[in-house]
């Protein structure tokens, strides 16, 4: 029998365990990593005695790239989490609890990234002064600390004491009780132990991504006055939903109520994609609600962020920590929009109230409303509030103490039972979560509870339901058609030079909503429609290059403009909307407005940049004609050396090859899409990368101030350039 035990869970997740050595390692740890090794069966229930807990690692190998496509592969908070009070690692008393703690290992960068993102993911904010630094007067500053730290049992305690840290390099390196570890390559390792060993890859393989441990169906959300599609209704520990989180529908508009783990695969199955949204409306920092925060960023324009200073100071410290990036880096990413707490703070068209709630981290809960036509509609969202008998065995006399007065008591039990149209609760119980009993006499018109894994018992059923994933409440209906409204303004920011004649008769094609898998464009064939896409997000396949195209792609353009086969196919990746243009139509539209020698030229440009793994994805066609008008090129003969200190312009190679080296040591060849000085775009900074022409080599050159502000620009950016100071550091230690 074999003494290492190998499971690769899923892309990118691995299990290593020698029972011999009692030892069991989750190898790469991104989101929801615990919930798939609970579907594996490698996280069951166990009972000693009395007293029942989990099983489950007791080492985490971290991924050396902190970012693979676009998603953390790094997330050890909750893993950290299970072992430590669901398996009862640092329980007093429990069986469990034997003096070994659980163990970090990988590269030194992201073992100290991991503690300090852990630490922030377990407190917050971690001190009065930093409370006081977000606008809190410091009398409640003083109040919200001793709050915090009876969440923390008394103390803020570095990582450093909970857990241990193994650095790995190339050496083979002890773990425990005789197990060795050492690094063979980028995101390669290999175990051994006595006479046997065992390599786990951590490098996703190309084209894919992070999988969910659970199954979605696809929906099709409609655009509406004002409701909630519910995105989410487990918590950080159900392996067979998302975790709890809502979409608010505001006159069309799509805002997230945070952003847990596989947000952009929920949405694709909501037939919503990242462009399409308007914003995010954000709780707190923990993992399960924000983790998704990448994501985001996979977005052509910075998102509206709404949360108080506190939360967002909390949040911002939490992502740098973990990205190992200065907290500017957030408004590089989201357009902040600070929330005053405790009142109504006019957005537009609706309002929206945060209330701070009581939780180990700094949180929010949000009541919503809106009205039309003298109706008024309004939502309350409840993530992770607490009991209130929990609360209740707070409070104290002593204002010096850990904990809370009377009156605070009373107002937060009187702000959770504000009535409103529908409710969204957490009801995970324990000690940091909410209470369904709590709510039996709430006014409100509708409850539905969230937060939890279990199911609904006969008692909570008399008071709430758990809405299933993807169904819609519709507080405000209208007739208006929101589609058409989105298809309008699209074409308006396209073509400004067109008449409302022109473009109505474009609006009066049909507006299609292709069902899941459909192929809109097909290969070697000229498709007969131009799609403008409104909604969802539709897949281009071409021999080597797989891009997600989303709301405000144009597709099929190039074929019928130049009436040749398309080279390319476009499939629907979830329920997909486009408006569906005639070809003999768009052809004669693009000639009167005189645009077809200018569309056929910045067409040949974008269908370059679709290429490419930078610039292919979530651009709509108004920035990538942008791009287009601004790019321009540049031949440069063989053995050609790139000046570093160049801060203002990102190459793309466009033909060639270039070589990147430090120091004489190869870094990366780059070929066709490849781009090199994202120092330029990230920090302004001189190159650290002396790039060469291996050959005679074309290049595209793009402005910085152009790329600077465009989230996914910057966040595959700081993915390629993370990569590269890896292989930088590998080579180094030879």
């Keep these: 029998m074999p003494k290492i035990e190998h499971i690769q869970i899923a892309d990118g997740i691995h299990w290593v365990a020698i029972p011999e050595a009692d030892l069991k390692i989750l190898c790469g740890c991104p989101a929801d990593s615990v919930k798939h090794l609970m579907k594996k069966g490698l996280i069951v229930k166990k009972k000693i005695g009395d007293v029942q807990f989990e099983t489950g690692p007791n080492a985490i190998l971290l991924s050396d790239i902190l970012i693979q496509r676009g998603s953390f592969g790094n997330l ?47 407190y917050g904010l971690i001190s009065e002064e930093e409370i006081i630094a977000t606008g809190i007067a410091p009398e409640t500053a003083h109040q919200m600390m001793r709050l915090k730290l009876k969440f923390a049992f008394g103390a803020i305690h570095p990582t450093e004491d909970l857990l241990d840290s193994l650095v790995v390099d190339k050496h083979p390196t002890p773990v425990r009780n005789d197990v060795m570890i050492r690094r063979c390559g980028m995101n390669i390792y290999e175990f051994s132990y006595k006479d046997e060993a065992v390599t786990v890859d951590l490098n996703l393989p190309p084209e894919s991504a992070y999988t969910l441990p659970y199954l979605l169906e696809y929906h099709h959300i409609d655009r509406n006055y004002f409701g909630i599609a519910h995105s989410g209704n487990g918590d950080g520990w159900d392996s067979s939903r998302p975790s709890m989180a809502s979409i608010l529908i505001d006159q069309g508009r799509f805002y997230l109520i945070d952003a847990g783990p596989h947000i952009g695969l929920i949405l694709e199955a909501l037939g919503i994609s990242v462009n399409e949204l308007e914003g995010i409306f954000h709780t707190h920092a923990h993992d399960d609600h924000f983790a998704g925060l990448t994501t985001l960023a996979n977005s052509e324009k910075r998102l509206k962020y709404y949360a108080t200073p506190l939360v967002r100071a909390s949040v911002q410290k939490k992502l740098a920590a973990l990205a190992g990036v200065d907290e500017g880096e957030f408004h590089h990413l989201f357009d902040v929009h600070d929330l005053v707490s405790d009142q109504w703070n006019d957005i537009g068209s609706i309002e929206v109230k945060p209330i701070i709630s009581p939780h180990p981290v700094e949180t929010n809960i949000f009541f919503f409303r809106t009205s039309r036509n003298g109706k008024t509609g309004s939502y309350a969202h409840l993530a992770d509030i607490i009991s209130m008998r929990a609360l209740e065995d707070m409070i104290t006399e002593d204002e010096n103490d850990m904990g809370i007065s009377r009156e605070y008591f009373n107002e937060i039990s009187e702000k959770y039972l504000e009535a409103v149209n529908l409710k969204k609760i957490d009801i995970g119980g324990e000690l940091i979560h909410g209470n369904a009993e709590d709510f039996r006499n709430d006014p409100s018109d509708k409850i539905t509870f969230a937060h939890t894994a279990k199911p609904l018992t006969e008692q909570q059923k008399q008071i709430g339901y758990r809405a299933e994933f993807g169904a819609t409440d519709i507080i405000i209906s209208s007739d208006d058609d929101f589609t058409k409204q989105f298809a309008e303004k699209y074409l308006k920011t396209y073509f400004p030079e067109a008449g409302k004649e022109q473009l109505d008769a474009l609006l009066a094609n049909p507006i299609t909503t292709f ?220």
């Design 515 to 734: 069902e899941p898998g459909t192929v809109l464009v097909e290969p070697y064939l000229v498709t007969e429609y131009v799609y403008l896409v409104i909604g969802g997000s539709v897949e281009m396949i071409h021999t080597g290059i797989n891009n997600i195209l989303s709301a405000g792609a144009l597709i099929g353009e190039l074929s019928g403009l130049m009436d040749q086969n398309s080279k390319e196919t476009y499939q629907a990746k979830g329920y997909a909307q486009a408006l569906c243009i005639p070809t003999e139509q768009y052809i004669d539209f693009i000639k009167e407005c005189g645009l077809l020698e200018r569309t056929l030229e910045l067409q040949y440009l974008r269908t370059l940049l679709q290429k490419s793994y930078l610039f292919g994805e979530a651009l709509s066609y108004p920035l990538q004609t942008k791009l287009a008008a601004v790019m321009s090129q540049s031949r440069f003969e063989e053995r050609y050396r790139f000046p570093k200190e160049n801060q203002d312009e990102l190459y793309m190679v466009s033909f060639g090859i270039v070589e990147l080296s430090v120091d004489e040591k190869k870094i990366a060849t780059l070929l066709e899409g490849d781009v090199f000085r994202e120092e330029a775009v990230l920090t302004g900074e001189p190159s650290i990368f002396q790039a060469r022409a291996e050959t005679e080599v074309e290049i595209y050159r793009f402005p910085t101030e152009i790329l600077t502000d465009i989230p996914i620009i910057r966040w595959k950016l700081f993915e390629i350039y993370q990569r590269r100071l890896q292989t930088l550091f590998d080579l180094s230690q030879d």
């Design 76 to 122: 050890a908070e909750f893993p950290v989490l299970q072992m430590l009070y669901l398996q009862g690692m640092i329980l007093p008393n429990h069986p469990n609890n034997t003096g070994v703690r659980p163990l970090l290992m990988g590269a030194k960068n992201q073992i100290t990234a991991q503690l300090q993102y852990i630490r922030r993911g377990n």
